[in-house]
């Protein structure tokens, strides 16, 4: 049988093997983590996931699919399929959790958050993204595409940019080029604890980007012993992800 790419699902299929191995070799394999396989689709990451004899569990929600990888990888079976990421329970694991995939377009920021959010059993993960979106991960304070997602994960972990990857390598191609990125779990000293008041601040932030900290924040109330320092007359943009949770920590004194 042949698997139906659904648009509803943001299905692409990547059809490159040796874009698929590139993509799991990027990953650190280490003893004792499961692996997560987010969007297997036809397998084409899977069949070298399954080679690297590690705990596997594939978040997979096509039925299609689903029945394409139990008739065609014999080592699969109802134990390994999670069906879906964003509902999934980390506490059903005590295990710490390597995420990879070719993820769907249309949750990519859905899944960044959920790892955010399981931190603590996430300490790397591998994807492909739409190539906008792998840029503004991994984008740095004072350009463009730094914004609300590149603090939020890399306030909890080192980000790299691997490689763009053409349109002409998936089934159906998309109308985009996309991009795969490396996060390794190193979580900014101090921010847990503070994590609501710090994503506050840094939404409020960007809300209005081009104006200075000063008016942008003014919508969360900036406390008084605030408004002269130094970071009130900055853009946000202008503000690393360190700069951000000293921020946090004055506003709550």
Request: glycine share 6%; charged share 25%; net charge negative.
């Amino acid at each position: 049988m042949s698997v139906k790419a659904k648009k509803h699902l943001g299905q692409h299929f990547l059809t490159s093997e040796s874009i698929a191995e590139n993509i799991v070799e990027s990953l650190d394999f280490i003893e004792g983590e499961t692996l997560l396989e987010v969007g297997p689709g036809t397998g084409v990451l899977t069949k070298y996931l399954i080679k690297k004899n590690q705990d596997l569990l594939l978040a997979e929600i096509d039925e299609e699919s689903i029945t394409y990888l139990k008739q065609n990888y014999l080592n699969l079976s109802e134990s390994h399929f999670i069906g879906d990421f964003l509902k999934y329970n980390f506490a059903e694991t005590n295990s710490q959790i390597a995420v990879i995939g070719n993820f769907p377009y249309n949750i990519s920021s859905q899944i960044l958050f959920k790892i955010i959010e399981n931190f603590q059993q996430v300490p790397q993960m591998v994807g492909m993204f739409q190539k906008e979106v792998a840029e503004r991960v991994a984008a740095v304070p004072r350009t463009k595409d730094y914004g609300i997602l590149s603090v939020l994960v890399q306030a909890y972990y080192d980000t790299e940019y691997l490689f763009t990857v053409n349109e002409d390598v998936f089934d159906p191609p998309p109308k985009v080029k996309s991009g795969v990125i490396k996060l390794r779990r190193n979580v900014t000293e101090g921010l847990v604890g503070k994590e609501a008041l710090f994503k506050k601040i840094v939404k409020a932030g960007f809300g209005q980007r081009r104006k200075k900290l000063s008016n942008s924040l003014k919508v969360i109330g900036i406390p008084e012993n605030l408004l002269e320092h130094r970071f009130m007359t900055q853009r946000v943009e202008e503000l690393s992800v360190k700069d951000f949770l000293e921020l946090t920590h004055l506003w709550e004194n």
